[in-house]
T-cell receptor, first 117, second 114 residues
Framework: EAGVAQSPRYKIIEKRQSVAFWCNPISGHATLYWYQQILGQGPKLLIQFQNNGVVDDSQLPKDRFSAERLKGVDSTLKIQPAKLEDSAVYLC???????????????FGPGTRLTVT | AQSVTQLGSHVSVSEGALVLLRCNYSSSVPPYLFWYVQYPNQGLQLLLKYTSAATLVKGINGFEAEFKKSETSFHLTKPSAHMSDAAEYFCAVSDRYTGNQFYFGTGTSLTVIP
């Protein structure tokens, strides 16, 4: 089966610019996650969707970050305006939770490496 | 609240030697625990998981981990290191009662010396 797809793989922007990342989860996976991974740290959850509803966005900096999953499939994460400290890898993951199966696994995409200058 | 501590941000072993990567967790509920591996410029790949079945869990690439409730540990081991094992390893605990959120440790970078 195809894995989690993300694009772009790399992005360089200047501070105060905006940027958007796209994620297409594994087919049939109801739950989608966006993580931020700063260099030298473990991934930190930004937002979790189940189908097209938000389960948890408590760690999403809502003054500049937004995310949507309009049709319960692919998702977009946006940053506007970007700050230097937003430089990180943004990982998307998906899981079957919410689809009637309990596997407790999350499957990760390759990530988007964002550099803010 | 759930959290994970990985002792040792960098571990070096000789090729053929035992690999031991340490993970201790804190959880207010019975945890589910995971080990993921991350190769440069790639996403995270699941090595193995503990979901309250057998406490000794075998994963891919010859890795295994043992859940020890009394020590709140889930250390990752491999009897004989290969050069291809060089990567970043992350331990994670799952909050399965509130949506399967994962809490990751800070990672351990494994170097294999030929």
């Amino acid at each position: 089966e195809a894995g989690v797809a993300q694009s772009p793989r790399y992005k360089i922007i200047e501070k105060r610019q905006s940027v958007a990342f796209w994620c297409n989860p594994i087919s049939g996976h109801a739950t989608l996650y966006w993580y931020q991974q700063i260099l030298g740290q473990g991934p930190k959850l930004l937002i979790q969707f189940q189908n097209n509803g938000v389960v948890d966005d408590s760690q999403l900096p809502k003054d500049r970050f937004s995310a949507e999953r309009l049709k319960g499939v692919d998702s977009t994460l946006k940053i506007q305006p970007a700050k230097l400290e937003d430089s990180a890898v943004y990982l998307c993951a998906s899981s079957l939770e919410g689809s009637g199966a309990l596997t407790y696994e999350q499957y990760f995409g390759p990530g988007t490496r964002l550099t803010v200058t | 609240a759930q959290s994970v501590t990985q002792l040792g941000s960098h571990v070096s072993v000789s090729e053929g030697a035992l690999v031991l990567l340490r993970c201790n967790y804190s959880s207010s509920v019975p945890p589910y625990l995971f080990w993921y591996v991350q190769y440069p410029n790639q996403g995270l790949q699941l090595l193995l998981k503990y979901t309250s079945a057998a406490t000794l869990v075998k994963g891919i690439n010859g890795f295994e981990a043992e859940f020890k409730k009394s020590e709140t540990s889930f250390h990752l081991t491999k009897p004989s290191a290969h050069m291809s094992d060089a990567a970043e390893y992350f331990c994670a605990v799952s909050d399965r009662y509130t949506g399967n959120q994962f809490y990751f440790g800070t990672g351990t970078s494994l170097t294999v010396i030929p």
